[in-house]
């Protein structure tokens, strides 16, 4: 049963950084795309930052390129998601998911992903 769980949420002030980490396990992490997505309350699910099986390509949505950045420890089945200069509007839940998304405007996309986690709140305070 593949399993992700997200960790490294909290409440933190604008300007300020968190890390969130998801930790996976069930099948073999290395062979598989990890997203990252967060869901404001009355917004949908949408789509933050991507890394392809390898960690050689990276994908991110405009809102946050140069803020956060993706990456994966396949030896410890663990993608990290360091967020900076966080904004109030950053504040929602975040989840991780894992899928095989072909490379390209595809792997932004949630049907894509076939396992998510449990999420992890994010709260930035003004």
């Known amino acids: 049963q593949v399993q992700l769980v997200e960790s490294g949420g909290g409440l933190v002030q604008a300007g300020g950084s968190l890390k969130l980490s998801c930790a996976a396990s069930g099948r073999t992490f290395s062979n598989f795309a990890m997203g990252w997505f967060r869901q404001a309350p009355g917004n949908e699910r949408e789509f933050l930052a991507a890394?392809?099986?390898?960690?050689?390509?990276?994908f991110y949505a405009d809102s946050v390129k140069g803020r956060f950045t993706i990456s994966r420890d396949n030896a410890k089945n663990t993608v990290y998601l360091p967020m900076n200069m966080l904004h109030t509007e950053d504040t929602a839940v975040y989840y991780c998911?894992?899928?095989?998304?072909?490379?390209?405007?595809?792997?932004?996309?949630?049907?894509?992903?076939?396992?998510w986690g449990q999420g992890a709140q994010v709260t930035v305070s003004s």
């Open positions: 890394i392809s099986w390898s960690g050689g390509f990276t």
């Open positions: 998911a894992t899928g095989a998304p072909p490379l390209g405007s595809r792997i932004k996309v949630r049907s894509e992903y076939d396992y």
